[in-house]
């Protein structure tokens, strides 16, 4: 008889502990879907901004603004030959490299006296 009364407790004890693990896993969920939730509404949000920010512009242009650009190429003589590139090239000499003022300050000595006051 004790051996049963030792298996209800147990039993009980277990239905509890798998009771209390059942909400918190329930809640783990819930916990979870809300973050989902979350995470797609602010990927959401970044992609909405890069589209307003980089995506096409709303604003048209008129065919009149546009015709400004071609305003020189409408007056200008066809017939008349395009100038032609010249190739200009020349040789640079390398400056002078002048190693005696380096060579005099490494052979320059230089001794301070610095007074030591005491008192």
């Known amino acids: 008889m004790d051996e049963l009364n030792l298996q209800d407790q147990l039993d ?6 798998i009771l209390k693990m059942e909400e918190e896993l ?3 969920d819930q916990e979870i879907a809300t973050l989902k939730n979350e995470l797609a509404y602010l990927k959401n949000q970044i ?13 048209q242009a008129n065919s009149m603004q546009l015709s400004f650009f071609d305003e ?16 200009i090239t ?7 490299q002048n190693t005696g003022k380096k060579d005099n300050l490494a052979n320059c000595i230089c001794q301070l006296k610095i007074p030591l006051f005491f008192n």
Do not use: C, D, H, Q
């Not at 992609?47 to 604003?59: A, C, D, F, P, V």
């Open 12 to 17: 009980e004890k277990t239905k509890e502990l």
């Open 26 to 28: 329930e809640a783990k």
């Open 47 to 59: 992609l909405n901004k890069n589209r307003k920010i980089y995506g096409s512009s709303t604003e």
């Open 72 to 87: 020189a190429e409408n007056n200008s003589n066809l017939k008349i030959e395009e100038p032609t590139v010249e190739e």
């Open 90 to 96: 020349y040789k640079r000499t390398k400056p002078f």
